[in-house]
């Protein structure tokens, strides 16, 4: 902890010598990484190498996160020169104007002065004019998203609910939860709603943050191409994290994601195995799926009998969707609850005897009276027999 807060320091000063960090964003940034290091140190997370923090949103990864830094940089140079036009005046006035010894025996009122018209109509312009040179960068960052996804751009439907994601993508027929893969240097267009309350996807080092409202025909939408490999052998893609920054209930701090980027071969290789039935192999796992059938009211693992579940629940008029996250890849996701914990077998165990205790508030049905080893055995059902090699 400490060592990393002393790396922190050294990496920051190293980007000031550079100059290419302004100051204040430095400032904010020892602040906020100094804090969000200690949160996700207890959620067992890995820090990202580059720039530490890995909710940074200083280091934008996008061309999108960087126009919006671009804004910020702008306010904070117009916010910084009205400062001083401000604060340097009262200043020199506090100082030059106090009350000299000699004057205490013969204090009078100041003259007093009512209406000036040529200040007043100076102090409403000044704003004006500081107000438009911050609005029109920000016109500009704005009209870049489009209302529509631009030919070419992979669709992604995220929608929120308490507390985790779901990913769809309508081009793949993929339905997946709490981490989002990409390709590399993608144009990708979001849709984004919410099946209960209002949830706000973010992924800080990408850019921007949109809500997620409940609701028919109330999707928001965000564009962006996804940022290349920093190192472009990656196995397994690069990983940036992704939270929920709209308070949303009780756990709504632990409704986080991955976002992990591939090279395009790597996602197609992923897309294409991602739809195919577990490999059932061991005892265990043949007992664990069993198992599994007290599940699936809540989870789908296509090419299960959950799957046709599923449909069947879809084609009811209304439609019921599914309580829980899809769990097609478990095998393959890092974390569990939504990027609380690790994917270890522990984690996994205490999470189906007990989720509450490791996310307060989540609705999923605590199976604390299944046996040790039935829990075991449903671990490795969901943890080896759905990991797919892509
Ligand atoms: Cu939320």
Redesign the pocket.
Known sequence: MKSLQLFRIAELSQLLKNKSLPLSWGLLFALQASAQEKAFDEAEYRLSPLFGGPMNTIAGMTEWARDINHVYGVTTIVAVLVFLAVSIPLIITLYKFRVKEEDLTNLRPPKQIHGNALLEITWTIIPFILLLFIAVPTWQVIFKQPDEPPPGAMVVKVI?H??WWEFQYPELGITTANELHLPAETPVFFVISSAD?I??FWIPQFGGKVDALPGTNVDNHLYYVTPALRNSDAVGGEVYQGQ?V?L??LS?AL?RFEAIVHKQDEFDRWAKTFNTAPVVASEPEKRGEMLFAQCQVCHTISGTASEDLEKQMLSMSPPVAKQGPNLTDFGNRRTLGAGTRKNTEENFIRWVKDPQSIKPGATMTPFDTLSDDELRSIAAYLRFSTAKKF
Request: negative net charge.
């Open positions: 929120g308490q507390w309350v949830h706000s929920c709209e949303c209930g709504h409704m």
